[in-house]
């Protein structure tokens, strides 16, 4: 969100008192505009998952020292980092599960010497798009179904905003009839905005 706030309005940032990212990775680029170019406003960076909640919190302090950490373990959290980087978390309140339990949060995550965590990105093929877990091998086997795909290639970049896009790679099926106007028609039918791909590729197989 915070790209396209800039995008309509540069000085719409500025008129926040604090701004608390989550859900989505918040870029380095983002946090030293805001520092930067909005010295009134605080910004802070949560990390968490789906089943425990929030784990870490960089403060606006945290942030001016270092614009790409998400801070340090909340009170109460104990963990597990394995020698892949990849973390396994357990907590009070976690839900419907052992307290004795750690459970993987499917993310790699490095942590210095203060303390302080850095996130590395997903353990297996999947990325955070918008907040969003997003299964490659999933998203690819949907497209696979499409008449005349044999094969599926998904790629992400981000583009001059740090926003993240998909790319498709496709391979086509021999001597099929391949119509890139009406296979884009269907993609924009089943898949929602935010995994429409920016760009496609497409050879004989």
């Not at 980087?85 to 309140?93: D, E, G, N, V």
């Not at 750690?102 to 490095?110: C, L, N, P």
């Not at 696979?144 to 001059?160: C, D, G, Q």
């Not at 905003?161 to 993609?187: G, Q």
Request: charged share 20%; aromatic share 10%.
């Amino acid at each position: 969100m915070i790209p396209k706030f800039i995008e309509i309005d540069q000085n719409a940032l500025g008129l926040f008192r604090c701004i608390i990212s989550g859900a989505d990775k918040l870029e380095a680029t983002w946090v030293s505009c805001i520092l930067n170019q909005y010295t009134e406003t605080n910004i802070y960076n949560l990390y968490g998952t789906t089943e425990l909640g929030i784990c870490s919190i960089a403060t606006h302090t945290d942030l001016t020292n270092n614009n790409n950490t998400i801070g340090r373990f909340l009170k109460g959290i104990e963990y597990h980092l394995q020698a892949d980087q990849q973390l396994k978390i357990r907590c009070p309140w976690i839900h419907d599960l052992s307290k004795n339990q750690y459970v993987s949060t499917g993310d790699r995550i490095h942590q210095d010497k203060n303390g302080f965590l850095y996130y590395l990105g997903r353990t297996n093929s999947s990325f955070n798009i918008g907040g969003e877990i997003i299964h490659f091998s999933e998203l690819e086997e949907k497209i696979n179904s499409y008449e005349s795909v044999a094969k599926t290639r998904i790629l992400v970049s981000k583009n001059e905003m740090m926003i993240s896009e998909l790319n498709l790679e496709l391979t086509l099926k021999k001597d099929s009839a391949f119509n890139e106007a009406e296979f884009r028609k269907w993609l924009n039918r089943t898949f929602p905005k935010y995994l429409q791909p920016k760009s496609l590729h497409y050879n004989d197989n």
